[in-house]
């Protein structure tokens, strides 16, 4: 099983390479690395805040490259939860190819400020965003061609795993003058 010391950070130079098209009918290794980064994502969400496990740091999304495999291949796992943190629901994604097809002009931005796996240290700031995209992929857990509208939070983090892709970290979309300057047009997400 994958374990957080497995992730790259972003001082190991692969964070910064670019993933290439995966050929499909996807391949029996490929296809269990999903598996893999979706059973981390889920034992990782599993973990409470008050016990922390150096092995498990939580994490709803992570890419291939974060495990040093140049793929567009990403896991998705975000809970929907009631106010009593109950799960009432979960979006879980093991996608292939990935691309954004069309997106709002409108922006928005976690008002916490992103973090990544394979980011150790903190980086304060608004991270702008679309507000809702459209992604097509290959989803390997329905095994099927899929077009995804995501919107707000998943909108989000579909973004961020797909900015891994090209190499990019949240940080980089961080105002260095000043982290949180008002973003125009943009959706302050809690
Ligand atoms: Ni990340």
Same mark, same amino acid.
């Given at each position: 099983m994958i374990r957080y010391g497995n992730i790259i950070d972003d001082k190991d130079p692969r964070i910064r390479e670019k993933s290439e098209e995966v050929p499909l009918p996807l391949s029996a290794e490929d296809r269990a690395m999903l598996e893999e980064m979706l059973e981390y994502l889920e034992a990782s969400q599993a973990v409470s805040d008050d016990e922390e496990n150096e092995d498990l740091r939580p994490g709803v999304g992570m890419a291939a490259i974060q495990l040093g495999i140049p793929k567009k291949i990403c896991? &998705?796992?975000?809970? +929907? *939860? /009631?106010? /009593?943190?109950?799960? *009432?629901? +979960? *979006?879980r994604y093991g996608l292939v190819n990935p691309k954004i097809v069309s997106h709002s002009e409108k922006l928005c931005?976690?008002?916490?400020?992103?973090?990544?796996?394979? &980011?150790? +240290? +903190?980086?304060e700031g608004y991270v702008p965003r679309y507000q809702k995209v459209t992604v097509t992929a290959y989803d390997a857990l329905q095994d099927c061609e899929v077009t995804i509208v995501a919107r707000g939070y998943h909108a989000i983090v579909l973004q961020h795993e797909l900015d891994h892709f090209s190499? *990019?970290?949240?940080? /980089?979309?961080?105002?260095?003058e000043d982290p949180f300057a008002e973003i125009p047009n943009a959706a302050e997400i809690e």
């Amino acid at each position: 099983m994958i374990r957080y010391g497995n992730i790259i950070d972003d001082k190991d130079p692969r964070i910064r390479e670019k993933s290439e098209e995966v050929p499909l009918p996807l391949s029996a290794e490929d296809r269990a690395m999903l598996e893999e980064m979706l059973e981390y994502l889920e034992a990782s969400q599993a973990v409470s805040d008050d016990e922390e496990n150096e092995d498990l740091r939580p994490g709803v999304g992570m890419a291939a490259i974060q495990l040093g495999i140049p793929k567009k291949i990403c896991a &998705v796992l975000i809970y +929907e *939860t /009631d106010e /009593d943190q109950n799960v *009432t629901g +979960e *979006t879980r994604y093991g996608l292939v190819n990935p691309k954004i097809v069309s997106h709002s002009e409108k922006l928005c931005y976690l008002k916490a400020g992103e973090g990544c796996l394979s &980011v150790r +240290e +903190e980086h304060e700031g608004y991270v702008p965003r679309y507000q809702k995209v459209t992604v097509t992929a290959y989803d390997a857990l329905q095994d099927c061609e899929v077009t995804i509208v995501a919107r707000g939070y998943h909108a989000i983090v579909l973004q961020h795993e797909l900015d891994h892709f090209s190499g *990019t970290l949240f940080y /980089d979309h961080i105002n260095p003058e000043d982290p949180f300057a008002e973003i125009p047009n943009a959706a302050e997400i809690e």
